[in-house]
Each structure stands twice: as structure tokens, then as C-alpha cells.
């Protein structure tokens, strides 16, 4: 077989050749996996280059390049794609705490906390220690799987290998997962051990705090953290945003604006995070023209910024302003969700604005905007508000058969608004909600069902609710009231005993409702047990309750005493000197009612008489025979304002029935600006009786039957006046004319 040798020459050149195209080769291969490395090109590049990068450098021999490896895991989880950044990180035979932290970070990043927590147990199991970078990593995923155990173990281990030393991510990274699940207290005493802090330390304790809903100590650790922090401790966006929010919470406005200067004090009040904080901080402290300040700084106003600045107008029942802020977020081109007209109607049910709170309603299906079950549930509180309860239960039906699921705060108010109504069948129907729902635990829920069976004389089930549940105050309230609904005094009496046996302090409106029970029954004995509780337990003399005793000793005939409790209320409102006045009324000294008035007008220039006030007084003044004093008073209430109305005039003309001026009620009735009833005829037709005026009480009677035709009273006072006159005659025919219209005489009765 022939063999060609090359020429000596030839050869080097073609050696020289395939060397010059190896160089070539390799040079693109380490400029393109520099390249990669390097990242300097952009996410989608990363897409449709990777998988041949990951070639090349499968191809050329470097798989198993610890830092290649780590990029390729960065890169296929920044694109979502776990499984391949999990086959990179299993083809490697060598892995070192670097390429750990690499397939731990990929799953964490992209939310696979579970994932991340086994790479770290199997890490554990290959024997490779932690470092300070895993070890934040691995607790932030114990916290949001609310793994407290694995969390507490990694604890341990940090502990042994003393890597909080130095290190302030680790103790922070601690500080997160205790307060993330609950242990704020754990969480404090890890804080406390740090040896090196920085402000994300502090900001992970701050709200740690919030989450956990200890505003007040969230504030003093964001006070402390000013104080002692040095310039690594300051305060960054997302504490000062923990910090509004607590102001917010608290209702703290000073602090809140302290902690504002702060902001400006650092320049961190330009972040968008930490100006909508602000507007949020001043919003839930009610504060409108802070408010409007901060909003107005804000320069991106999104769908938060606005609904904030509506909202602190609806929980003022500012409902014009609302709606203007609203005109002028549609006109910026934003569109409201289900938060923002949620804020809107809770204005209008705030206002008590009823028919623009139902004209907003309309608004909002012609636009056709998403009604959801915020909106719903919303509507539902809005029209319980407004005593709609008819609407209330349509709309609380409609919801069901939409699949909306109802809140405790919508359960409530269809059940209050079945209690007015005395819907009870339908009430039993929301009743069986709660049960398939499993609210019972929920002691609001259950109270109301208490309360509305009560007015639907259904004590026996609410018993059975009151002993089916483990009861609060506001339970204990709910059966005593039902059984003053229903009669049942000395039953709400008895449970008052029963409260105190078991430890139970009965509030303000325990109180009310029992000396409420006394005043009924004139139970004087009762009444005195309470008050004797109210001063051996040092509460509080608040004007409701004083004025409830004040009330309650009264009608049970100690007018003195209730005096003297007058006396002691420091703040008395018109409530509390109507009350008085009344009283003195019901024992017939319109005297001392007269003067308890002129104290009133003396007593605080806030403080004006209303409708209520003038009317205890003319029947005071009617129990008393005072008819000067009378016609003085019912004069005077054009100086503070106020019409008289229909009560107002039937107390004059019963005071001047009484006394004989006859002429002056009929006078007196028939220049009222509004149309009299059969009520204030029939009160000077009594009149008329006592003073035996037959002529003058045919004419009222014939007026009286007209106003009301089906008043039998009326038709019998009318024939004994014929009677009393010998016109028998027409008594006869005021028979027939009772037979004819149908009226029948009321048997009489006796409680003897």
C-alpha cells in the first residue's frame, strides 16, 4: 500500500491551521460563557439563549463548573423553571455550601418554600454545614409555611455554630419567623440577644409587633429605634410604613405626625410606599385636612391613594365631598373597585342620607360596575342603617342565590333587621345559614340571633342559644333584654344575680337594661340593690346610667333622691334634664319642673332645650294646673327655634280642657297648622264631660267621630250627652249609627 509523507513545511502549516481554529473555537466558547455570566443582557435574551448556553457548556466539558452551575440554577429559576434548576443542581457530584444556597434560593425566590426547607434537610443530610446565607433563607420559609418547629430547630443549630455572631441577617431573619407565627414575645428575646442590629432587624420587630396587633409596643420599639439606633439603624420606607400603620391603628395623630417630620427629616417621604402610608396613617385618624395635604403630595395617585382620601370623608359622613373625589377619580381614568364604592355607601349609611344612598345604588348598576361581595355586603349594612329592612333582607337573599358569601357584619344586620320586622321565619332561615356556615363561633353572630328571638317572643329558643354558647358581656345584655322585650322583669332581675356569681361585670348597658327591668315593675328594692353595686364597685356616675336611676328612683316614688343623684352627674346633657323635669311632672309639681328648666338654661351654653323638653314641661305644667306658666313656655319655643308639634298642642288643650277654658282648647285646635286627630278632639270631649257642657260636647263629639270614626268611646260619650239633655231620640239613632258603621261597644273589664 502506497504512504504519502508531507512535506515538512506542509505539515507545520497544517498543524498550525486546526491550532488557529481550536483558538478560534475557544475563544467564542469563554467569550460566550463570559457573556452569560456577565448578564448583561436582558430577560428575554435569557429565554431564548439559555438552553443553548447550557450546551455549549455541557459540550465543552465544563457541567460540572461550580460557578457556571450556580448561574445556570439563578437563571432557569428566574424564568420559573424549577425543575431544570433542580436537574442542573443534581448532575453536579460536588456540592459545596455555595451550590446549596443556589438551588435553596431558587425555589425560595419563586415562592416554593417547602422545596427550599427539603433542599436544606437533605443538605443537613449530606453533612454540609449552613452558612450565614442559607440560614435567612431557610427561616423566611419556616415563616411563611408557619413551620415554627423546623424553625426552632434551625434555631439550635444556628445557635451551636454561632453564626449570629456578626451577622445581624440571621437574628433578623428570626425575629421574622416568630413574629410571622405568633410568638412576638420569642421574637423580641431574639432581637434582644442580637450582637450586631441593623434597620432590618428593627423594621422585622416593628412589624412583627403590627402583624400581631400590638400597636403600642410597636410604637415604643419604633421610638427606642430612633433613640438608640445609630446611622445603620435609621429608619428606611417599609419601617416608617409599620409605623403609620400603627399610628393609623391607634388613632395616634400627634405621633403620626412626628413620625411625618421624621420622613421629611430623612427624605424617604418621596417614596410612593411611605406617602400612601402617610395618607392611610391620616385617613383612619380622621383627619381631613392632613388628609387632603398628603394626597395632594402624592404625584402617582393610584386606586389606594384615592380610595384613602374617600375614605376619610365616608367615616365622617362627608358624602358630598366623597362623591366629588370620586367624580374626579373617574375623570383621571380610574376605575373603581369593589374597596372604593364599598367606601362610598358606608358614607352614605354615615350621613344617613337614605334616598341618595338608594339613588348611589341605581348609579352603580347603570354604570354596571362589579357589584362583589364587598359592595353587597356593604349595601346590606347601608339599608339596616337606614331601617330598611325589607331592602335589607331582598338584598341578603339576593346574595345567597348569587353564591356571594356573607360576612359576620351582613349576617348581623339581616338578623337585626329580621328582629324589627318580627320576620321570624326568615330570621330561622339566616338562623340555619350560620349553622351550615359554622359561624356559632362567632359570639356577634349568635348574640343577635339572642336578640331578634327575643323580640320575636321566641324566648325559649333564645335560652337555648344563651346556654348552647359560651357567653360575653354583650351575650348576657342580649337575654336580659329579650326578657324585658317580653315582660319578663324579674327573669331579667334574676340574671343580673347570676352574672355577679359567676364572675361577670356587667357594663353600661347591663345597667341600663336592668334598672330599666326596676322602673317597669316600680321595683324599688331591686332598683336599690343595683345602685348599691354601681358605688361598691366605684364606677363611674356616666350621664345614661345616672340619669336610668334618676328615672327609676322617680317612679318608684323617690323624687328626692333622684334629685340628689341629679346633682351629683358632673356633665348632664338634654337627655339627663328632660328626664328631671319629667319627673317632676309625673308627681305634679310643675313648680320645681319650671326651675329645673331655668337651671338648664343657665347650666352650659352647648346645652339648648329640643321638642322633648318643652313637652315635659306643658305636662308638667297640665299635672299642675299652671296655665300662665303653660302658655309662657309654649311661646318661648320659637326663641330656641322649634315648632310645636301635634303633642305640644294636645297638651295645652288638655291643660285648658282642665281648667275650664273650653273655648280657648277649640280655638286653640283650630288654628293648629297641621290636621287634628280624633285623639286631641277626644281629649277636649272628656273635657267637655267633666265640666258637664252637653252643648258644646255634641259639637266636639260630632268632630271627634268624623276624625275617628271607629273610636266606640266617642259614640258613648255623645249618647250619655243626649242622655244628660233627655234627647232620646238621638240617642237612638247614635245606637243605629254604631250598628251601621259596625262599631261595637268594648266589654269592660276589671283587674280585680
Known amino acids: 500500500m502506497l504512504a504519502f509523507k508531507f512535506p515538512k513545511l506542509y505539515r507545520r502549516r497544517l498543524c498550525s491551521y486546526c491550532s488557529s481554529i481550536a483558538d478560534s473555537e475557544a475563544s467564542y466558547l469563554n467569550k460566550h460563557i463570559e457573556s452569560f455570566l456577565s448578564n448583561n443582557n436582558g430577560f428575554e435574551d435569557y429565554r431564548t439563549s439559555l438552553l443553548p448556553t447550557h450546551a455549549y457548556i455541557i459540550t465543552t466539558g465544563h457541567a460540572h463548573n461550580r460557578f457556571l452551575a450556580s448561574k445556570l440554577i439563578a437563571s432557569y429559576a428566574a424564568l420559573n423553571q424549577l425543575d431544570s434548576a433542580t436537574q442542573v443542581f443534581d448532575f453536579l457530584a460536588v456540592r459545596d455550601p455555595f451550590l ?7 425555589h425560595f425566590s419563586n415562592g416554593n418554600y417547602a ?17 450565614q446565607f442559607t440560614i435567612p433563607m431557610v427561616v423566611s420559609a419556616c415563616a411563611e409555611l408557619g413551620s415554627v418547629c423546623i424553625g426552632m430547630s434551625v434555631h439550635c443549630l444556628v ?5 449570629f455572631h456578626g451577622n445581624s441577617a440571621v437574628g433578623a431573619s428570626f425575629v421574622y419567623m416568630y413574629s410571622k407565627c405568633g410568638g412576638v414575645e420569642d421574637a423580641c428575646h431574639v432581637f434582644d440577644e442580637m450582637p450586631v442590629r441593623d434597620v432590618v432587624a428593627w423594621t422585622a420587630l416593628v412589624i412583627g409587633y403590627v402583624q400581631n396587633g400590638e400597636s403600642e409596643q ?7 429605634m430612633h433613640r438608640v439606633g445609630g446611622c445603620g439603624e435609621r429608619p428606611n420606607s417599609r419601617t416608617l410604613e409599620g409605623g403609620f400603620q400603627v399610628c393609623g391603628d391607634l388613632g395616634a395623630l400627634v405621633e403620626g405626625r412626628c413620625l411625618h417630620g421624621l420622613a421629611l427629616k430623612f427624605g424617604t417621604v418621596s417614596s410612593r410606599i411611605v406617602q400612601s402610608a402617610i395618607l392611610s396613617m391620616y385617613s383612619k385618624c380622621g383627619s381631613i385636612e392632613d388628609s387632603r395635604v398628603s394626597f395632594s403630595e402624592v404625584v402617582n395617585k393610584d386606586l389606594l391613594s384615592w380610595t384613602s382620601v374617600i375614605g376619610v370623608y365616608s367615616r365622617l359622613g362627608c358624602i358630598y365631598e366623597c362623591f366629588r373625589m370620586f367624580s374626579r377619580m373617574l375623570d383621571n381614568g380610574i376605575y373603581p373597585d369593589g374597596m372604593v364604592i364599598s367606601c362610598l355607601i358606608s358614607g352614605f349609611a354615615n350621613s344617613s342620607k337614605v334616598s341618595v344612598g338608594k339613588a348611589f345604588h341605581g348609579f352603580i348598576l347603570r354604570r354596571n360596575y362589579d357589584v362583589d361581595r364587598i359592595v353587597c355586603n356593604s349595601l346590606l349594612s347601608m339599608y339596616c342603617k337606614f331601617g330598611l329592612d325589607t331592602n335589607c333582607i331582598k338584598l341578603f337573599g339576593e346574595m345567597q342565590r348569587r353564591g356571594f358569601e356573607s360576612n359576620s357584619n351582613s349576617i348581623i344586620s339581616a338578623i337585626s333587621s329580621c328582629a324589627r320586622l318580627r320576620a321570624t321565619r326568615f330570621g330561622r332561615s339566616i338562623h340555619c345559614h350560620v349553622v351550615r356556615n359554622l359561624m356559632f363561633e362567632n359570639v356577634s353572630v349568635v348574640n343577635s340571633l339572642i336578640n331578634m328571638y327575643g323580640k320575636c317572643r321566641s324566648l325559649t329558643v333564645a335560652q337555648r342559644l344563651f346556654y348552647n354558647t359560651k357567653p360575653d358581656i354583650a351575650t348576657w345584655n342580649s337575654l336580659i333584654s329579650s326578657y324585658n322585650d317580653n315582660g319578663e322583669y324579674l327573669d331579667a332581675l334574676n340574671l343580673f344575680d347570676k352574672m ?4 361577670m361585670k356587667p357594663n353600661t348597658a347591663t345597667l341600663l337594661s336592668l334598672l330599666s327591668a326596676c322602673t317597669h315593675i316600680a321595683s324599688l328594692e331591686n332598683g336599690r340593690k343595683i345602685h348599691n353595686y354601681i358605688i361598691e364597685e366605684g364606677i363611674k356616675y356616666e350621664v345614661s346610667v345616672a340619669t336610668s336611676l334618676v328615672d327609676m328612683y322617680a317612679k318608684c316614688g323617690q323624687i328626692d333622691t333622684a334629685k340628689e343623684i341629679f346633682d351629683l352627674v358632673e356633665e348632664k346633657d338634654v337627655i339627663s334634664w328632660n328626664v328631671m323635669i319629667s319627673c ?9 319642673a319650671i326651675e329645673i328648666f331655668e337651671q338648664m338654661e343657665k347650666y352650659n351654653e352647648r346645652i339648648f332645650p329640643n321638642e322633648l323638653t318643652f313637652l315635659a314641661l306643658l305636662s308638667a305644667c297640665a299635672h299642675a294646673g299652671l296655665v300662665n306658666e303653660a302658655e309662657s313656655l309654649f311661646e318661648r319655643m320659637k326663641e330656641y327655634s322649634l315648632v310645636p308639634t301635634l303633642k305640644h298642642y294636645a297638651c295645652m288643650v288638655d291643660l285648658y280642657g282642665k281648667s275650664g277654658g273650653l273655648d280657648k282648647a277649640e280655638a286653640l285646635i283650630l288654628s293648629m297648622p297641621f290636621v287634628p286627630d280624633g285623639g286631641i278632639w277626644g281629649s277636649l270631649l272628656t273635657s267637655c264631660k267633666m265640666h258637664n257642657n252637653a252643648e258644646m260636647g255634641l259639637k266636639i263629639a260630632k268632630r271627634t267621630i ?20 233627655e234627647m232620646w231620640d238621638d240617642v237612638e239613632k247614635v245606637r243605629k249609627m254604631m250598628k251601621d258603621r259596625g262599631v261595637k261597644k268594648t266589654a269592660g273589664w276589671s283587674s280585680v
Not at 218 to 224: F, G, I
Open 115 to 131: 422545596q427550599a426547607v427539603d433542599f436544606f434537610s437533605e443538605m443537613r443530610v449530606f453533612g454540609t454545614l449552613p452558612n
Open 706 to 725: 268624623e276624625a275617628d270614626p271607629e273610636n266606640d268611646g266617642y259614640y258613648i260619650l255623645m249618647s250619655d250627652f243626649y242622655s244628660c239633655m
Open 500 to 503: 355577679i356569681s359567676q364572675g
Open 218 to 224: 410597636a410604637l415604643q420599639c419604633l421610638c427606642k
Open 100 to 106: 446549596w444556597n443556589s438551588i435553596i434560593k431558587a
Open 584 to 592: 317632676y311632672g309625673m308627681h305634679g309639681d310643675g313648680k320645681s
Open 159 to 163: 445557635s451551636k455554630l454561632n453564626l
